[in-house]
């Protein structure tokens, strides 16, 4: 018969033993790791080429001496910064060492076009600023280097960007970016920036950025011609609106004085009217007559005796009062 292992498991107050060591095994461990965490965690290293910004409770500090050092755990935050030199092209990927035309044309002072390409080398002074003051610090430096580049080239003839004066070109587009970073203020240093290249484009690229700026010309033209017709119709417009208004204005104010003396007119009349009601009728009636008859040309008047007279007026009125009167049969 063979021998067979046979587990004796604990049973009773013997398992409840055994349970009991076996959670005290794990408290312990769980204890050691968490004093492992504890103790890694609590200390970290800067290389010699680095700066660390320690943050507190939202609060950040730098820490700029090279070595071991210690941190809260759970509490502060440490965030390496490489404090060495770095760099960027423009106008060309450094991969390939093609053209980036976007970056690389550029007009100068005498509408020449030119290639140039640059070399930006830059550092972070300020490891705080740098990762805290904006989003993307080197993409706000490249924006600033490539604005002050074309500003500079654009002031310059095409012989000196080519080649007597770059020497100066690079100086002054450094005074231009340096001003312009301590104006952003965002942690980043600018250490030299340096032409790899100046040279004529090829005549594809000349002859379409040429259509470019014909058209841009042209626009601009356009804007321009507008504008000036605008600048002289408007005048003109608000002349003729005035001009418009004022006779307006004297056409309100004239017809309201006739309607103010016609209501005077007959506010008297009606005195005169409630004084004298038949002498005011007569009266009213020989003034319109008055009004109407000198219109007319000749009365013809009709008794039904077969006899027509007619009076011409115009003598009646034009001789005072003396007038020839003849009878048709």
Do not use: C
Not at 247 to 252: H, L, N, V
């Amino acid at each position: 018969m063979e021998d067979k292992n046979v587990y004796d498991f604990p049973s009773g107050k013997n398992l409840r033993g055994y349970l009991k060591k076996f959670s005290k095994i794990v408290l312990l461990l769980v204890l050691i790791i968490l004093a492992s965490i504890v103790i890694f965690g609590s200390f970290y290293t800067i290389k010699e080429q680095e700066q660390a910004v320690v943050t507190t409770f939202g609060r950040a500090k730098t820490v700029s001496a090279a070595g071991l050092h210690f941190k809260i755990p759970l509490i502060q935050r440490v965030e390496k910064v490489d404090t060495t030199i770095h760099g960027f092209p423009i106008g060309y990927n450094e991969d390939t060492n093609v053209y980036v035309d976007d970056e690389a044309m550029m007009i100068t002072r005498d509408f020449n076009f030119v290639n140039v390409d640059f070399y930006v080398e830059y550092k972070v002074s300020d490891p705080v600023k740098a990762l805290y003051a904006s989003q993307k610090p080197i993409t706000i430096l490249k924006n600033i280097a490539q604005s002050s580049i074309r500003m500079v080239v654009g002031s310059n003839d095409v012989d000196s960007v080519i080649t007597t004066g770059k020497n100066e070109i690079q100086a002054q587009i450094k005074d231009a970016i340096l001003k312009k970073l301590e104006e952003h203020d965002i942690g980043i240093q600018l250490v030299n920036i340096t032409i790899q290249d100046a040279e004529p484009p090829t005549e594809a690229v000349m002859e379409a950025f040429k259509s470019v700026e014909t058209a841009k010309q042209g626009k601009d033209t356009a804007v321009n011609n507008a504008n000036k017709y605008r600048n002289e119709k408007l005048p003109q417009a608000e002349a003729e609106v005035d001009q418009i208004l004022q006779q307006a204005e004297s056409a309100r104010t004239e017809r309201i004085n006739e309607a103010e003396a016609e209501v005077a007119r007959f506010n008297e009349m009606y005195k005169e009217y409630s004084k004298y009601p038949l002498i005011t009728k007569q009266r009213m009636f020989f003034e319109t007559m008055e009004d109407v008859l000198p219109s007319l040309k000749v009365i013809i008047d009709s008794d039904g005796s077969g006899v027509q007279k007619i009076l011409p007026l115009e003598p009646l009125w034009n001789q005072e009062g003396k007038a020839s009167v003849r009878e048709e049969k």
